[in-house]
Each structure stands twice: as C-alpha cells, then as structure tokens.
C-alpha cells in the first residue's frame, strides 16, 4: 500500500492548488479525482467555460450592436455555435491538461477513481475497471467541491430543465431561456444567451438580482442587462415547473401572491449549489457535516477527525475558486508547521457580465447595519475618456471609507473590466490603504482605472472629472 505525507480527495481549485503547494513545502502528496479530467467545477463546468462562452458571444455582440458606430460594416454575421461550443471544450482541455503537467512537475500522485475513507488514515480509491486500491496518508484534505442545487419539487430532467453544467454544452441556442435565480451564475449564462439571440426571463425570490452584493451594483446591474434585452421578475417566487415535450412551463408568483405563467423551450436552474460529501465515507472518521451539508471546520479548517482537513465549495463561506485555493495554500502550509491566514473579508466577488461587477470589503448596507461611521465617494464610467472611446460607459465605482481614519472599508465597482480592477482595491485593502493614498497614486490615463482614483478623490469631495 502506498503512503503519503498528504493525500486530497477531490481536483478543483482547492484540491490541485493544495497538492502543488504540500509538494512545493516537501510534503508526499497523493490527489485523487473521480472524473477523468483534473480541475474540479471550475475548469471542467464552472469558471473557465462559461468565460470562454462569455468571451465568444461578447464579440458576437459587439459585432451586432457596436461594429457598425465603429465604422466597421459586417455583412452576412452568423453564429456557429457548434463551432463556438467545440471552442469552449478546447479551452477546457487545455486548462485542464495544464493541471495534468503541474502535478508532474511537482511529482504529486494522481489517482483517478472514487475516493472514500475506510478510516481517518485510509482511504478506497475505486477505479473505472472496478478495482479499489487503498492508500495510507498521515493528513488528508478533502476538497470534494459542490454541485447544483434544486428546489424540491423541480425535477432536472437535464434535457429541458437544465443546470450551469448543461447550459455550457447545449446543442442549440435556446429561443426563450427561463432562469429560476438571479445569482451570479444564472445572469452570466443568461447573459451568453442574451447575446446570442435568445429571449431570456430571470425570476429571482429576492427584491433584487446578486443578492448579497451592495444595492447600488444589484441596481445598475439590472438596468443594464435590460437595455440588453434581459426581463426580469424580482419578488417572484417559482411554485413550479412543467415539461410538456420541447416546453417548459415555469409559474411563478409576485409579492402579492398572483401567479404568472412562463413558456420557454429551456428553463436552468441556478438557485445556488450544494457541498458534495456523497459517498465519501465521513461515517468511518468521525468529521461533522452542518445542516446545510457542509463540512463542519475549525477556524484552521481542521474537522474534529483533527488529521482530516477540508477546503472549498465543502466548507462554509464563499462558493468562489480563488477562496478554495487560498483555502488549499493555507491548509498546506498549517500542515507544514507555519502559521498561515486568511483574510475573508478581502475575497473579491465577480460577476461577468458586461458590464463586470466586481466587490471587495463591507457593503454599505452591512456598514450601515453594523453603526459604522463612514464616507463614501463615487465615480461614473461615462465620465472617463478611456470609456467613451471603447463606448463602455454604463457603470461607476463607490469607494467607502471609514470616517475617522479614511481608511478604505469596501470597494463597489460596475463597468467594464471590474473583473481585473477590483485587484487593486484587494491590493489597497490587505494594506489597509486609506482612500487617500489611492487618491494620492498616478493612475495611467486614459485607463479604466482611474474611476477608481476619482471615486477615492470623491470620498474627499475633490473628484477631478466629474
Ligand atoms: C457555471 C459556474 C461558473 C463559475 N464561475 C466562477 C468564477 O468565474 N469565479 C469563481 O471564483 N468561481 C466560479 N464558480 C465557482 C467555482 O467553480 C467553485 O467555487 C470552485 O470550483 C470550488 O472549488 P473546489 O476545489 O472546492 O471544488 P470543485 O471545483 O467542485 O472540485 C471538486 C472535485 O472533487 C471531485 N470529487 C468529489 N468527490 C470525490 C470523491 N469522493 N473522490 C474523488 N473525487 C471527488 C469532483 O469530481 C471535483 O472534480 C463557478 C461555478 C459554476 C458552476
């Protein structure tokens, strides 16, 4: 029987992340994975896919709507979404052969099968051809992810009824797509069909979409993917879902208690995920699971098994890759003996549409809830110069900061290229920057960045442009 020093139950962004850094610290590493391919959610069904579809169908779009006031004229544009589909699984491969060689290179051990504990120590790995070979590992991590969740009585038939994972590979752009949630998951894809061509309705519970996210985002958010053509029915609570051949029938009442009927040809469920724990055994060491299925952790991501680490989409907190990855590099370096932490309130969350929605920090809602006395400063896009020439000018950014010491508490960006902007809050953030020092730093004209400048400047009623 093989030993290792560690062995991780599960491949995604937690997982591999974690077996490259046990290796980098000297540790025997073992990964295990049941699918074929490395990388977990995110590169197989998650992350990576939907930008590679996000990507190809903003271009489709911009061919549509804004080639023409470039003064480009395109005659005879089509989609090939074949085409499009086989490029979305090419980037896939490559991300996730790029996995195959990092765990080489580090000389971790790959098993591909199902992983399951026999004991704290051991575990069963059942392959494909139904053999089970068992391992012995002195810590194990288990990074075994999530997957989609449902409503009790919506039943995914995954042809008609669908979730993310379909979605990413369907075989024809859906005419009418009904999304039940208006989370990041379901606007990105409905975004992708949007553009595409499809009539696209979002029924969200909630008052507003990306719940959680600070008001003003949710707000202009929703106003721009309605210009783009998007419908949306906040304060709607789904009460069912009706297949009847090539139709699906979503009923859905508003705040009042009054039903409306949906007809569409696809319906995607995207009303959050679920952690994954099946079959793995948690019974034979004794590691808790919460009410909510999540693997229950101490503050080091210790279970009480106190050998049996767990990290990701199984644990609680932001169901987001680059929190399971700095999840893996923590875990890895607490097993190695340092002293590693985490900072949960600067893991940015993103958004992908167009425009990107990017936060970091405390909302103004929480700082409000929470008494904190704060300033805030805001800027919009169309009043950059870089926006105006790319004819990216929906959106702004709000800088909030704390009253006495300036220092920043939240950054809330909207518009185009958040998604990359947003770092540099992370960056202010983890320096404890005051909006002053922002304010204070050259930012290279003409770019995107500097609405995060003149947001600082505006916390101090001095904003330059606007
Ligand atoms: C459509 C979509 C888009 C997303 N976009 C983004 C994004 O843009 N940015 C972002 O930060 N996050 C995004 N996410 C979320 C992101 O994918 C997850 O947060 C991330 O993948 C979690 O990583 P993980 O390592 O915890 O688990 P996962 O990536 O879920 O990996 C878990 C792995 O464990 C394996 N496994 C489970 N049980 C066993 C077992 N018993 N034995 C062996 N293997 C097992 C699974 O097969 C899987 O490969 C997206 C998710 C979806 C669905």
Same mark, same amino acid.
């Given at each position: 029987m093989s030993k290792y020093d560690v062995a991780i139950i599960g491949s995604g962004p937690g997982g591999y992340v974690a077996a490259i850094r046990c290796a980098q610290l000297g540790l025997k590493t073992a990964i295990i994975e049941k699918y074929t391919t490395l990388g977990g959610t995110c590169l197989n069904v998650g992350c990576i896919p939907s930008k590679a579809l996000l990507d190809s169908s903003h271009h489709y779009y911009d061919a549509t709507k804004h080639f023409a006031t470039h003064g480009i004229d395109v005659k005879g544009l089509e989609i090939n979404f074949n085409q499009m589909i086989s490029r979305k699984n090419e980037v896939v491969a490559q991300t996730s052969g790029g996995i195959n060689f990092l765990m080489d290179k580090n000389k971790v051990d790959v098993f591909q099968g199902f992983g399951s504990f026999v004991d704290a120590t051991h575990i069963n790995i059942s392959k494909a051809d139904d053999s089970i070979e068992q391992i012995e590992a002195v810590k194990i991590i288990i990074a075994t992810g999530s997957k989609p969740a449902t409503l009790p009585f919506i039943k995914l038939d995954k042809k008609r009824v669908i979730t993310s994972t379909e979605a990413l590979s369907l075989k024809e752009i859906p005419k009418h797509l009904i999304i039940i949630g208006g989370g990041v998951i379901g606007l990105e894809l409905g975004s992708v069909y949007s553009r595409l061509g499809s009539q696209v309705s979002v029924i969200e519970y909630m008052p507003t979409i990306i719940p959680g996210m600070d008001s003003m985002l949710s707000k202009e958010l929703q106003k721009s993917l309605k210009k783009q053509g998007i419908k949306f029915f906040t304060s709607h609570k789904v009460t069912s879902v009706v297949t009847k051949g090539k139709e699906v029938i979503v009923t859905a009442d508003n705040k009042k208690g009054v039903p409306t009927e949906f007809k569409g040809d696809y319906t995607l469920v995207s009303v959050g995920r679920k952690p994954y724990t099946l079959g793995l055994g948690l019974e034979n060491t004794g590691v808790k699971v919460t009410e909510r299925g999540q693997i229950e952790t101490n503050e080091h991501l210790q279970t009480n098994a106190s050998n049996i680490y767990a990290i990701g989409d199984v644990v609680k907190g932001a169901m987001l890759a680059h929190k399971a990855e700095e999840e893996g590099t923590m875990v890895a370096e607490l097993i190695a003996g340092q002293k590693p932490h985490i &900072?949960?309130? *600067?893991i940015p969350g993103v958004v992908y549409t167009w425009p990107e929605v990017a936060a970091v920090g405390k909302t103004e809602e929480q700082l409000k809830e929470a008494g904190v006395n704060y300033k805030s400063g805001s800027f919009a896009m169309r009043a950059l110069g870089r926006a105006r020439a790319s004819m990216d000018t929906d959106g702004q950014v709000k800088v909030l900061a704390d009253?006495?010491? &300036?220092?920043? *508490?939240g950054v809330h960006m909207i518009g185009a290229r958040a998604a990359d902007m947003i770092a540099e809050a992370v960056i202010a953030m983890e320096f404890r920057a005051s909006s002053e020092d922002i304010a204070r730093s050259s930012h290279a004209?003409?770019?995107?960045t500097e609405a995060f400048k003149e947001a600082c400047l505006a916390v101090h009623d001095r904003a330059l442009h606007s």
């Open positions: &900072d949960y309130n *600067l009253a006495e010491t &300036d220092e920043i *508490l004209h003409p770019t995107f």
